[in-house]
């Protein structure tokens, strides 16, 4: 009997009061009992809209079923036919824009929690199974993923699954790019990201640390080495800042910059070695996940207030809402319509060696409000004259933002960017330019989402594997 | 891993070594830098290479103790492995068509400067070198100048070896009297820098600085190594590294890069007092 309740089961989360002063993970996951509740409210249409709102098409209504029958390991081998990473999935993509958005339930109250199960399923066998995915036995081919993200990781993993030998050339010196060092550990604890690492390890893939492609290595040396396809998910890329003056102060950061430091390097942590600037007043200047991930990055530092600075209103910030409520929950201050034009920074005029010196002390900002709208439909922010204040704050992290990476454009022939930087390839396969080279993710897109990545990266593989099996022939 | 193959302590503070890293020096160029971490929960820190030794596969890295990473690099050994090192990154110092050169390092950024000048010895260019420290405790690298260089100035601010006083001395000398060279490459503190650039600046002669922000990543990611360049009156940012390290001299913010090198001091200060009195306790 279907549950006809016309809201999602509410999902567990740690206290607002106390989340803002630890970085361990918000929300804790439904229990047995929650999914089993949860997944009779799916109605297991026929149409199943839902697969196709996901990038990896993963056959929802059939994990749910399994879920309803209490078979949580069926469930999850059918999420895992589709999914590489599906603790990181359930935990970071935006559903309710994508599976959930077509959920025939949303049309009269909220859709089925789709995320929620996906996670719950994904946990439940972390923390039951110990059997490694079934590898075909070895194909001889060799194939190089540039980068460990969730395009690289989704790519390797399905080669490795179909027989073939692969390699992760990883330029940090910790695999899981942006899970790593984008995403906070209250969202995504990274004992989730390692699992998924060491899965890929344990089925066979090599993953070489400290190897940046472009420098260490090039694409022709990687052919040279015997690959016969490379695939590159390098990720996004140079932090993009806003042009005004006072962008180099002393406390004025990139949010990769803010975030690396917390997470990669962790500096949250109180035995850690590496700075970072804590507690004061701090703004967030952008309207995306990384900003609300860096906004409650600082809350948990100890800031004292902090602020999303955004220039248009709620309805187009573009972070998911559940990020959104739960920045709003534990303190975070929005103010929108509101653009930076200049950071000011500290001068005493009678001290040149001071070292406070070049350290921000505001940001002067001017109101919008919102006008025709431009060419993606979305209505332009126009500057309200003589509305000029000062925001009292001695941090700025810019999160507006990212252009890609150079460093393997400008040492490969043959590889086309767009004018934005990214790699130019052929949607259906992920095909670049150039011969035995594909691409995907933030790479090729910029900014994008984890489960876009992972889509790219597993289209990539598909194609990687029609053409080598071709080859063989 | 990547095993220290040789270490050798150039002055008090100032170490010198050959790690293992075969991948990183098969690419290595003068001007390159690399980065490190000496252990499981330790920083990121940027070197520039000092040398390498491709049959080998040894990268050459020379340091001054300055914090808690560079102290705890500092205590390891021979045989001791470090558990990353990365590279290389940036862009090489460009070479091409150089004839004749005034080479300026001050400190342990002689050790930056010393491969370029070999790079253009090798090259046949005309080498002049120019080396500053604080006193003759301080002096590295000056037989290994000497062999490359066709003219060498070594120069002390208290005057106890070489010549009294900083490198702009004998630039200025040198070039009041008429000598003209294709371009000036130093490196340095940036103070040094800064007024290296000052003081070539008047006689229009190419001058390439070499910088060394704060870095995190090092790949192009986080955007913590930006600086300035004023060009025609508008201001560029630029990540040193991968558009870097090295600049045009003239072009460079200085007080802005000044600025930003001490965002962390007092932080570093502590670090490496608590590492001080860590290292007293084993010690003990």
Redesign the interface.
Known sequence: MANMQPTKRPMPTQEPSARAHNFDEVALGYSEKDALDEALRCLNCKTMPCVGGCPVHVHIPAFIERIKACDFEGAYEIIAKSSSLPAVCGRVCPQETQCESKCVRGIKGEPVGIGRLERFVADYHNAHATSVPETLPKNGHKVAVIGSGPSGLTCAGDLARLGYTVTVFE???KAGGVLV?GIPEFRLPKRIVEKEVNQLRAMGVEIL????IG???TIDELFEMGYEAVFIGS?????R?M?IPG?????V??A??FL??SN???AYRAD????IMKGGRVAVVGGGNVAMDAARTAVRLGAEQVYIVYRRSMEELPARHEEVEHAMEEGVTFRLLTNPTEIVGYQNPDDKRD?K??CVIGMVCEQMQLGEPDERGRRRPVAIPDSHFVLDVDTVIMSIGTSP???IRSTTEGLQTNRHGGFIVEEETGKTTRDGVYAGGDAVTGAATVISAMGAGKTAAAAIHKALSEKTK | MYTIVSKKQLNPSVVQMDIEAP??AR?AQAGQFIIL?VDE????IPLTVAGYDREAGTVRIIFQTVG??TDALARLHVGDAI???????GEPTKLDGLRRVLIVGGGVGCAIAHPIAKALHDMGASVTSVIGFRNKDLVILEDEFRSISDRLFVMTDDGTYGERGNVCLPIERLLSAGERFDEVITIGPLVMMKFVVASVRPYGIPCTVSMNPIM??G??????C???LVRDGERI?K?AC?DGPDFNGYEVDFD?AL??G???????MK?REASCCLFDKEVR
């Open positions: 330029a940090l010196h060092y640390t400290n190897m940046i420098k260490t290595l990720g996004a890329g140079l932090p800042f042009g962008e180099s102060l002393k406390g950061y990139s990769n910059e690396t430091r990669l390097m962790k850690s070695t590496t700075p070292p010196n070049g990476n150079p460093l | 991948f990183v690419k971490r929960e330790g920083e990121r808690a990473t558990c990353d090192f990365a590279g290389p990154l995190i990543d790949t192009g990611m986080c955007g913590g930006r600086l300035t940012v990540f991968v802005e600025s930003r001490a965002m962390y001091r007092e932080f570093e670090a």
